[in-house]
């Protein structure tokens, strides 16, 4: 990202110091940045753009979040030791290095949205002509995305660097990584602004841009990862007020069909289809076995063969599902076939996971998320939008921020469990309804990029993933023996070793 600043600066001095005939050499219809941002639909453009950024880190925000975590795992390639596997490989068996490409990419492109959104608030002070609603609206969603994309920043890499206006030299492009502290403080003072700039929907479905409601999730999301429980409620308990709340059916919630609707607080948008505009979701086809043909399962005959076997969920993860719980089945599959000597899945049939006995004689069965498969209407993908924040999730950060305040949280537990089809869960002592609700989120959230996130914060990332990697390596002998050794170094990534080099004013973690 520092090389594209410091080229974009380049060619500003550039232009700068042009003779004026040389630059009238430019089409008059020509924009530049400093033509463009002039009206109101050109603002909304490059708010548009900030958007569309998310689906670059949505599509590899399940390495750093799931695959870390107890929930998935690798298919293994051993026919292919190229570092487009290894390297995601060694993510999710806490053997990665500061030269991992997919977390330099990760890095980038949170960046990137930042990059775009500071552009359009920047703008958006010196700007005239712009209607005051308008004004209010595209600074309120851009500063939403700068607070989320942060909030993903701080936690993946603690101490980041800053950038809170526009780049317009090479200078301004190398910062030092601010506090942990001071880049919370951002994420607030962002998040705070958003929710009272932006509206509360005035209808279901929504059009998918950001919402008061959006900026109040994160901003409660934030509070519940500072342990400021009673700022968390606070916010949390306006929810309802604003019309959200939950779909009668859980399988429901991920349908195309159900795209931003009374249970979306925030979603990143997809589109399937060729016309121009569309982009679709790739993701349904990385997480199933890698296969010459995946039309069993997608109903079109995809080969997934470079891009298929991430993301596979745990047997530890299926087995923590109660009896009866719906959400087990609307989540996971169960895919039956044979690898061949290539490494390649021949799909044979497709099975429900619950009571799922095993594969028959000569078969393999393999697990796979089952959220997100809904039938592509072309080979380049879905139409599914991805959940950053559904209401249910909402209700599980409301329980938690009650239990943590010696308030009772069983009416928000348990409205997430009643549509599960699980039974109320009754008075328990304050330590016992803590373990239930983390465990809610795991099933509930389960694939949604949060399950990391929560081992850290609530300090079981250590125990648990240590405990869950001497399991896994009895079960699978691809596993490395030196894999799945986790020390509080490793609760951190390590920042890109590219963007070390690059900028001597940063400083690495520790242990890399």
Known sequence: MKKIYILMGLVLLTAASCKKSFIDLAPKSSYSDQNYYQTDAQFGQAVTAAYSALRYVVTTDYLFSEMRSDNTIYQSFLNNRGTAYTDREKLSDFMDASTDSYTAAEWQKTYLVISRANIVIT??????????????????QCKFLRALMYFKLVRLFGGVPLFVKEVTTPEDAFLPRSSVND????????????INELPVPTKFPQTGVATKGSATVLLADVYVTLKRWADAETQLNTLAAMGYSLNANYADTFLPANKNSKESLFEVQFLDGTA????????????????????LITSLAIDNTTTGGWNTPTQDLISSYETGDKRLDASIG???????????FTYSAAKSVVNYSGPPSGKTAVPYVKKYEHTPAYIS????????YRYSEALLLLAEAQNEQGKSPLIA?????????????TGADQTTLRNSILHERRIELAFENKRWHDLVRTGNAITVMNAFGVKLKTQISYISPDSYIVTNDK????????????????TQNPGY
């Open 123 to 140: 703008r958006l002070k010196t700007a005239s002509g712009i209607p005051d609603a308008s004004v209010k609206s595209y600074d309120g």
């Open 183 to 194: 880049v919370y403080k951002q994420i607030i003072a962002d998040a705070t602004d958003a």
């Open 276 to 295: 121009t505009g569309s982009t679709p979701d790739s993701l349904c086809f990385h997480f199933l076995p890698r296969s010459k043909n995946t039309s």
């Open 334 to 344: 169960i895919a039956e076939g044979v690898y061949d000597g290539s490494n390649y």
């Open 381 to 388: 993908g879905s139409a599914d939008d991805f959940p950053i």
């Open 413 to 425: 537990l348990n409205t997430v469990r009643a549509r599960a089809g699980l039974p109320a869960v």
């Open 491 to 506: 609760l951190l990534y390590p920042l890109p070793q590219a963007e070390v080099g690059l900028n001597t004013k940063l």
